[in-house]
């Protein structure tokens, strides 16, 4: 179990052989669990290409992908990077089963090079996301498929119809505080990388919110408590710890997401950027007080323990 098999397996050049040798054992610290680092990257190509969403369509990613998630097909198309996992499912007309058949997994960076420090802030952070997901990421039950990456939960509904399955999106849920929290990850692996302070361009709304739930409360270990949720996908401790304000929080971060996004995005005009800033003012002054409430609560009652 070394990064050299991984380098091997994939035959990566120089440039992303270098940059996987540095953070390899950095993710490792961080998830306490080689294993699972390892196989996510040896399971999964990295591919430096010109446009995201031309990369996911040649490797046949977009083929039977719906266009009603967090993530819209739009969004690709101007993406610095994406991890993307296929799966193909199969229904077994005796057992009445639907079963997985395969998980094509991908991590597209829009790059021709992993020299500039911005491009290797978009593979770290993908690669966050692809480590957070690689564990049970798809389970199915009864004529559901609960998929799961970090904190995201997404539920499909599944249909079949000769022999071919659909599966179609019943509810989507975490993306917000998972973007958060995984942007204070990419964050942690770059100034390590770069022996100093560093700054993502991505999702800065999410991190100050994910942030501010680890630090403001007191309330102990919960980037870890997070971590392992994300790694594991099994919230049991984060329910002990947080209750039902957890489920708060998700809903909560899941509002503010799409106008992060927008906030982020080239084309937005100026006028609509201060909007979208009023906007999120508005949101957080009208939500957040009684889940900051509740947080404090949990911080305080941690402390007199
Ligand atoms: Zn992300």
Redesign the pocket.
């Known amino acids: 179990m070394s990064v050299e098999d991984i380098i091997q397996t994939h035959g990566y050049n120089e440039d992303i052989a270098n940059y996987l040798r540095k953070v390899y054992p950095l993710y490792v610290e961080e998830f306490k669990n080689e294993v699972i680092v390892y196989n996510a990257l040896m399971k999964t190509p990295i591919v430096l290409c010109d446009n995201v969403y031309e990369c996911l369509k040649e490797h046949g990613h977009l083929d039977d992908r719906e266009d009603n998630e967090m993530v819209p097909l739009e969004t690709l198309k101007v993406s610095s990077?994406?991890?993307d996992c296929s799966v193909k499912l199969s229904y077994n007309e005796l057992s009445k089963e639907y079963t997985i058949v395969n998980e094509d997994r991908i991590v597209a960076i829009n790059a021709y090079s992993l020299k500039l420090d911005s491009k290797k802030s978009t593979t770290s952070?993908?690669l966050?996301?692809l480590i957070k997901a690689l564990f049970n990421e798809h389970i199915i039950k009864g004529d559901t498929l609960i998929e799961r990456s970090g904190l995201i939960t997404r539920i499909y509904q599944l249909s079949h119809e000769n022999g071919k399955v659909k599966k179609t999106l019943w509810s989507e849920t975490g993306v917000g505080l998972?973007?958060g929290l995984?942007?204070v990850l990419?964050e942690r692996i770059m100034s390590r990388l770069l022996e100093k302070g560093f700054e993502s361009l991505?999702?800065q709304t999410m991190k100050g919110l994910a942030l501010k739930v680890m630090n403001a409360y007191n309330i102990p270990d919960l980037w870890e408590i997070f971590k392992e949720a994300e790694l594991y996908h099994d919230n049991s401790r984060i329910d002990s710890v947080l209750g039902n304000v957890f489920y708060e929080l998700i809903e909560f971060a899941d509002k503010l997401y799409p106008l992060n996004v927008e906030l982020l995005n080239m084309n937005t005009s100026s006028e609509r950027q201060d909007e979208v800033k009023k906007e999120m003012i508005e949101l957080i002054n009208a939500e957040y007080a009684p889940i900051s409430e509740k947080l404090k609560s949990i911080g305080q009652g941690s402390i007199e323990m």
């Open positions: 990077g994406v991890y952070h993908e966050g996301h998972e973007e995984n942007t990419e991505g999702y």
